[in-house]
């Protein structure tokens, strides 16, 4: 069955950095596209950044764009985070999600099929 595991979370200064890691088994990782997402308590799961099959391409929230980076390494089967400049508004559980489709940008919940069981981030200020 398909996995998607998450790491690197964690408690972090404001303006402190941190990488999130997810790894992958069951499917053939190089032919979907990866996402991240976050949820903040009481709130809706949000979309963060995701980078098609190939990294050729990424698209980021305008909330983090500037200083978050996804990145993926096919040959690993890893999906990564990097998060810059953190904010306290960028606490949440941080999902990664896994979408067969291609040939645009995938941003919406709905469009994913696999997602990992999340990690959580608290930024203190």
């Known amino acids: 069955q398909v996995q998607l595991v998450e790491s690197g979370g964690g408690l972090v200064q404001a303006g402190g950095s941190l990488r999130l890691s997810c790894a992958a088994s069951?499917?053939?990782?190089?032919?979907?596209?990866m996402g991240w997402f976050r949820q903040a308590p009481g709130k809706e799961r949000r979309f963060v950044a995701t980078?098609?099959?190939?990294?050729?391409?990424?698209y980021y929230a305008d909330s983090v764009k500037g200083r978050f980076t996804i990145s993926r390494d096919n040959a690993k089967n890893t999906v990564y985070l990097q998060m810059d400049s953190l904010k306290p508004e960028d606490t949440a559980v941080y999902y990664c999600?896994?979408?067969?489709?291609?040939?645009?940008?995938?941003?919406?919940?709905?469009?994913?099929?696999?997602w990992g069981q999340g990690t959580h981030v608290t930024v203190s200020s």
């Open positions: 980078i098609t099959w190939s990294g050729g391409t990424t």
């Open positions: 069951g499917l053939t990782f190089g032919t979907y596209a």
């Open positions: 999600a896994a979408s067969r489709i291609r040939g645009y940008i995938v941003r919406d919940v709905d469009e994913y099929n696999h």
